[in-house]
Nanobody
């Protein structure tokens, strides 16, 4: 199995910053992509940012210029630095990875349990 453990969520005022972390562990053969999704109440889960093992990144338009995704391949850990936070960034943030693990030979999606980010004054 592949486990993802997130940390770093919380309550922050508009304009503030938070840093999320997600560490992958377990029986992992290879990690291709690590990323973050979010889901606000009453809305569908949406991609926030992704990063490949080679360092290529992809961001949602709504967070470009404010959020930065990074990755430590040696630690199987991905980070999301969130600056200039807005109330509309309030959501549960989920870590995601596309990886080969758990005894399987093909890549699969794995998800963390989610961490709440609330932006409010």
């Amino acid at each position: 199995q592949v486990q993802l453990v997130e940390s770093g969520g919380g309550l922050v005022q508009p304009g503030g910053s938070l840093r999320l972390s997600c560490a992958a562990s377990g029986s992992i053969s290879r990690i291709y992509v690590m990323g973050w999704y979010r889901q606000a109440p009453g809305k569908q889960r949406e991609l926030v940012a992704q990063i490949t093992s080679g360092g290529n990144t992809n961001y949602a338009d709504s967070v470009k210029g404010r959020f930065t995704i990074s990755r430590d391949n040696a630690k199987n850990t991905v980070y999301l630095q969130m600056n200039s936070l807005k109330p509309e960034d309030t959501a549960v943030y989920y870590c995601n990875t596309i990886a080969v693990g758990g005894g399987r030979t093909s890549p699969n999606h794995y998800w963390g349990q989610g961490t709440q980010v609330t932006v409010s004054s």
